[in-house]
């Protein structure tokens, strides 16, 4: 049918670009690269604040004592750095991914609903606007400031705190909606939309990645925007969803927040699963290993993920029953995950490698996601877990979880791709520096972590006892030199949009895929007429 | 390769300083409790496993990268399955591996260290119910009818850097939790308001208090001493300055310590009533008892100068609470109010501590009513329904 409609429409003027000029043509567009770069553009603003945000609480730490800023406004800071790194920055980078490539991948003209794409992507400014307004009000000294309770919101805290946390839910709903309707674009292009031969499993694995977080996202979004819609209504009407004197149970909050919250990690991840085999295969110059597998994989993830939430609530005094359940499933977890570690690692073995700086990301990725999966399985442990959990072992765990998929992961993509964006090579030699910076300071920072956690340190504690300062002082030092290393790759980028060794059709020699068949940069309108697949 | 080796020479000489290194810590505080003792036992098996799988991977991907190298002219293989029986063997058996790893080595040690964190119900030699608070803990031994709370005590100014930082900074109370050694304690935990973790490391065991619930846990401590630990769940603006700390002493120092508690408690009750009775405060003794009350509870949110802060907390300088009706301001001191971080105060503080500070507030800073609150009236207050 997408064949079909193809044929349908208007073939003058194909390859050329019409919009108004200005800021209406990003306002009104319906690009699907438009709507990809702004998207970027947007996720990599957001990781700059949240980052930002991140720096002055690392400050704050580097000694003991209260020296910049008292815990009100460090509750704000860390809680504003949860959310918009995974709801301003994480997943709207994933989107931009996919908003970008996904009909360069999979030979259409553009994604299936144009006008919807275009929506879900002008609902977040206004969403991050209203989530970050009531912090900078509270700092010109208006109102109780942001949402001060933790991006997990735990009630009765949420209950509790001022009126930062309405703009906070409120923001949530907006968000949201945002990444239901990229959800829903994504599924239907994915759908409906590919190059007449290309079935499901000749699909790229970047795709399968797509296609699982969106059908995640769909199933866990309208949860959260449910169970903060009960916070409000607990807030302001009087129910009593979250409060025992009325026959609530604070608890319950915590079973709707990671019911969203576990299966999120994978929405993060997913993505890159899909994008880094593109990577490794590309330069290892070796087909992709256990296509098949992966694909089985990520669904095995995808499925597990929704049955295994309360591991992340083994100390709020479960049944035995539950923390074995519990305990269990989330084990389960580990072999899906080793299927694609496995996948990765035989793609490269016996291939032909270079190391090109999306390479070395894709590299630093498996390496630096392992360790974050691996001290997973000790947090698995529901007799274990207390020692490690809400402390700052917990904290490096996420965080070697997350870094390297939601950051490291989509620089992977983003380099990989550039060169079909902008139609210029990349700095290679920055690209290596970047790289090298990455790694010192990102390994720096959460090391330590690790070690301060096992010495018993909680998270959330604007001030500590002396003895874990020295390690606070290292991560902090490791937090400002990662913290640089984003500037440098905003360098990279803005340099090679601007100019650089002018990219072949096939940007890289062991590129695979139809997005290397397409002119660099790639045309504003790219498969008017929809490849052939055999 | 000169320069290389001179660099891991230095690397290794200045790890080989343990001075360097002395005062950074590597792994849990020395366990003593039982359960403590498990999880350390896991936790070095699983980082011993980890590391050893982590290492042995890297040093696979890092022989691939040197040796499957273009620049090496390796020419690239084109597999992309299994395609042998043998060639199937060697990919399912990290799978079989890694199921034992999962359900036979971590798993089974497991199951039976989950039955014993969660075995409350039995053997209990004494129970202590404790309540997280915003930001205090009260600990209560329910059967010997001991009450009290226990608050932080490091100097505010030692927090601001005007002070010196004591050795145990942050991690010090007023009133330490005192137990038995090598006795069966059942915890009960609950909160009144929003939810608090009491987690002390070497006793390896965290329980969230849940405000309207009760959660168990239980600890046996082998060694006596003092240990300290920090609420570990994000409680609102003092989440960081709710410290633990447990003197674990002999059985019979333990009893003479509860007995003085107890007649300790008993006695302050029974002298203050009678002398409440008698001789009614002054406006002067009542004011110098409430600023210190002031000076370490209200001052965290109403501030010093009475002003609270914009938005967050109620200034009290010029309110209407403090400068209205006496009996108003007792009983939101009394029964705090919902929703907002005010907690009733009545169970954590003495009625001769409310009427106090209720008389300081209400002659403090502008306010000069005049009122002089006594004990009496705030024990008739918290009768009345």
């Known amino acids: 049918m997408a064949h079909d409609m193809a044929h349908d429409l208007p073939h003058d003027g194909a390859h050329e670009a019409h919009y108004p000029g200005g800021a209406l043509r990003w306002i009104q567009t319906t690009n699907h690269k438009d709507i990809g770069v702004m998207y970027l553009i947007f996720a990599i603003t957001m990781l700059l604040i949240g980052g930002a945000l991140i720096l002055a609480v690392r400050a704050e730490l580097y000694q003991p004592g209260l020296q910049l800023m008292q815990p009100e406004l460090f509750n704000q800071l860390i809680t504003l750095h949860g959310l918009i790194m995974v709801f301003g920055f994480a997943m709207p980078a994933a989107t931009g991914l996919a908003n970008y490539m996904l009909p360069l991948i999979l030979g259409a003209p553009d994604m299936a609903l144009p006008r919807l794409n275009n929506w879900g992507f002008w609902i977040l400014p206004p969403a991050a606007l209203m989530l970050v307004l009531p912090f900078f009000l509270g700092l010109a000294g208006i109102g109780p400031g942001a949402v001060d309770t933790g991006w997990t919101m735990y009630a009765p805290l949420s209950v509790q705190s001022g009126w930062g946390m309405d703009f906070a839910i409120f923001s949530v709903h907006m968000l949201g909606v945002s990444s239901i309707l990229g959800s829903i674009n994504v599924i239907v292009t994915i ?79 997913l993505p890159i699963c899909g994008v880094v085999p593109h990577v490794l295969s590309a330069f290892s110059r070796k087909p992709v290993y ?77 390496i630096l996601f392992g360790w974050g999966g691996l001290t997973g399985l000790v947090l698995a442990d529901a007799a274990a877990d207390p020692q490690y959990h809400n402390a700052y072992f917990l904290v490096a765990h996420f965080h070697y979880a997350l870094y390297p998929t939601t950051v490291m992961g989509a620089m992977a993509g983003v380099y990989y791709w550039l060169p079909k964006w902008t139609g210029h090579m990349l700095d290679e030699r920055l690209g290596r520096w970047h790289f090298g910076i990455v790694m010192v300071g990102f390994n720096l920072t959460f090391i330590p972590q690790f070690l301060v956690g096992l010495a018993g340190m909680p998270r959330r504690i604007p001030d500590y006892p002396l003895m874990f300062s020295e390690w606070n002082m290292l991560s902090t030092i490791g937090a400002f030199i990662l913290g640089a290393s984003h500037l440098l790759f905003i360098y990279i980028v803005v340099k090679n949009v601007r100019g650089g060794e002018k990219a072949q059709a096939k940007a890289w020699e062991g590129a695979q895929g139809l997005e290397w068949t397409v002119p660099s940069p790639a045309p504003y309108h790219t498969f008017e007429t929809q490849p052939e697949i055999k | 390769m000169q320069g290389l080796k001179k660099l891991v020479l230095g690397v290794i000489l200045a790890l080989g300083f343990g001075a360097v290194w002395a005062s950074y810590s590597w792994n849990f505080p020395t366990p003593v409790t039982p359960i403590a003792h498990e999880t350390l036992h896991v936790h070095n098996l699983f980082i011993a496993i980890a590391l050893t799988l982590f290492c042995t991977v890297l040093a696979l991907m890092l022989y691939s990268f040197w040796t499957h190298r273009k620049s090496r002219g390796h020419q690239a293989a084109d597999f992309s399955a299994p395609r042998s029986r043998k ?32 075995n409350t119900k039995t053997d209990a030699d004494l129970v202590v119910k404790v309540t997280g608070s915003q930001w205090l803990w009260q600990y209560e031994f329910p059967a010997e009818g001991v009450k009290y709370s226990s608050r932080l005590a490091t100097p505010r100014d030692q927090i601001d850097n005007l002070q010196t930082k004591g050795e145990n900074y942050l991690l010090e109370v007023d009133n330490p939790l005192v137990l038995p050694v090598g006795k069966k304690v059942r915890f009960i935990t609950t909160s009144n308001d929003v939810i608090h973790s009491w987690w002390v490391p070497a006793f390896g065991v965290k329980r969230d208090a849940v405000p309207g619930f009760l959660r168990e846990f239980w600890a046996t401590v082998d060694t006596p001493g003092t240990y300290r630990g920090q609420c570990s769940e994000l409680c609102g603006k003092e989440h960081g300055f709710m410290p633990i700390v447990v003197k674990v002493v002999p059985e019979a120092e333990f009893k003479q310590w509860l007995a003085s508690k107890k007649i300790g408690a008993g006695a302050a009750a029974s002298a203050a009533a009678p002398a409440a009775a008698t001789k009614p405060l002054t406006l002067e003794e009542a004011r110098a008892k409430g600023e210190k009350v002031y000076g370490s509870i209200c001052i965290t949110c109403h501030q010093a100068n009475g002003k609270g802060l914009p938005g967050t907390f109620p200034a009290l300088d010029g309110s209407k609470v403090a400068t209205g009706p006496v009996d108003e301001h007792i009983k939101v001191v009394l029964n705090g109010r919902p929703k907002t971080a005010m907690v009733s105060f009545a169970a954590s503080l003495s009625d001769e501590d409310i009427a106090a500070v209720v008389t300081y507030e209400r002659n403090a800073w502008g306010n000069k009513t005049g009122d002089v609150v006594q004990a009496a009236h705030v024990a008739e207050l918290k009768r009345a329904p």
């Not at chain 1, 993830?301 to 309360?310: E, T």
């Not at chain 2, 990290?94 to 199921?99: D, N, S, T, V």
């Open chain 1, 191 to 269: 759908l409906n939309m590919r190059a007449p031969g290309m079935t499901l499993f000749k699909m790229p694995l970047f795709a399968h990645g797509f296609l699982m977080t969106a059908i995640l996202l769909i199933t866990i979004m309208p949860v959260l925007a449910g169970g903060v819609t009960m916070v409000l209504m607990d807030r302001h009407f009087d129910t009593h969803f979250f409060t025992a004197a009325g026959g609530g149970d604070p608890v319950l909050w915590q079973h709707i927040f990671w019911f969203m919250g576990h299966p999120e990690v994978y929405v993060l991840l």
């Open chain 1, 290 to 366: 256990g296509y098949r597998a992966q694909v089985y994989g990520m669904w095995g993830i995808a499925g597990l993920s929704v049955v295994v939430w309360a591991h992340h609530m083994f100390t709020s005094g479960m049944s035995v029953g539950g923390q074995l359940y519990f305990m269990y499933s989330t084990m389960l977890i580990s072999l899906p995950l080793a299927v694609l570690f496995f996948c990765w690692i035989a793609t490269l073995w016996r291939g032909s490698m270079t190391f090109e700086t999306p390479m070395l990301f894709a590299i630093g990725f498996i």
């Open chain 2, 87 to 118: 060639q199937w063997l060697w990919v399912l058996a990290p799978f079989a591996g890694l199921l034992i790893l999962d359900y036979g080595v971590f798993g089974i040690p497991a199951y039976h260290a989950v039955l014993m964190y969660e």
